[in-house]
């Protein structure tokens, strides 16, 4: 009898997020390497996508209570999720997921190992009871570290958090993290320093790559001469939207414009600082299908990410392999020494703003557009794509994920 990997993960295929597409990989993976694989998840809510619900498509197992998919062979139960705007609303349907997908998890038979990603924080302490319940390995992936990265840093509720986090921690059979800077935050909080493993994320490069590209809708991407920055993705609060705001306003006499693709709560403050500021030469543009950004990463001659000061040392944008895979180089503004930071400084595939005064940095952006050439950027991006294709293609990366497993069943 092959062994058994239960996927319990917030989002899964055929939501259309990054982390979705990670792990559809990682099912894949292991289910390439003789692995029976089953994902307990959510119906899409991040950002559904049309084409990808027409080739999955979700039936009604109980209904009520959850749906069943099939993703390449692979069997995916989705319990009801929505995105309400309410508050109340959003705890309660996250606590049902909590309930609904446990009683699941307890009727799924014969599970060797259960891979979760944060966040949620609490997934971690829901699979170290099903561990116990059903005798099987518990891996928790940090892919952002909690409760760090909420605002508040103190009072019982973060107290709480801490002792969950440990816990999750030291019961673990293995914990994996993203990179160094991610392991050296969380390590000291181990009693056994030997259970946390850095795995990176990683590339589709067969779909992300400079070859494939096809005709975009010049309606929406114009064909024009202008130096094109574009950022495509979660318009939320881990990016600072303010230094583009003022970037876009001091470089309006340039031949420079800029594009913003996704939604999120921050896309309502960049369309009232276009209207409020007249920033004519700023985009903000619904999602696209995922099978046109390499073309739309390949319009671009700039992918642009500025990290909130709040979050930066807590996260890292797995954007950053596919924009690197496509050829294209970045201008980021962060911190010192904080994980994206950490990662592009030294491949020659980033401009890269760590200047902490406000104006400085825009005036630092500012002139570099003005200066750098098209030869650079060019050669920055082509760096990029020698660096994917050495360490952080899909094939390279989920291999690690398959030995892992190997290693403590």
Known sequence: MSKKVLIHSLIFSPDGVSTAYLYNDIALRFQKEGYEV??????????????????????WKIPGIYKE????????????????KSTALRILGFVYWHIISFLLGLCIRNVSVIVSPSPPLSIGMLNLILGKLKGCKVIYNVQEIYPDILKKKTG???????????????????????????????????????????????????LYNPTNVEPLDENIFPKTDSLKLLYAGNIGHAQDWRPLVALVDKTKDLNVEYFVIGMGVQRSYLEQQKAEKGLDKLHVLDYQPRHLMPS?????????????????MMGFPSKVYTIMACERPLLICSGDKTPIVNFTKDYNCAKLITEKDFDKKVDEMAQWLASVSR?????MGRNGY????????????????????????
């Open 38 to 59: 089953v994902v307990l998840s959510t119906t899409p809510h991040f950002n559904v996508v049309e084409e990808q619900l027409a080739k999955q498509p979700l039936k």
């Open 69 to 84: 998919s099939n993703f390449h062979g692979i069997k995916v139960m989705h319990v009801p999720q929505k995105k309400f």
């Open 156 to 206: 019982p509720i973060i107290a709480c958090l801490k002792k969950v986090e440990r816990c999750i921690y030291n019961k673990s059979a293995a914990i994996t993290t993203i990179d160094d800077v991610f392991y050296n935050t969380i390590v000291s909080r181990f009693e056994d320093p030997n259970k946390l493993h850095i795995i990176p994320n990683f590339v589709d490069t067969d």
């Open 296 to 312: 739309i990463l390949a319009y671009s001659d700039v992918q642009f990410i500025f990290m909130a000061p709040e979050m930066e």
């Open 375 to 379: 030869e650079e950027l060019q050669k």
């Open 386 to 409: 020698d660096v994917i294709q050495r360490y952080y293609t899909k094939e390279k990366v989920t291999k690690q994920y398959v030995d892992l497993v190997n290693k403590i069943l």
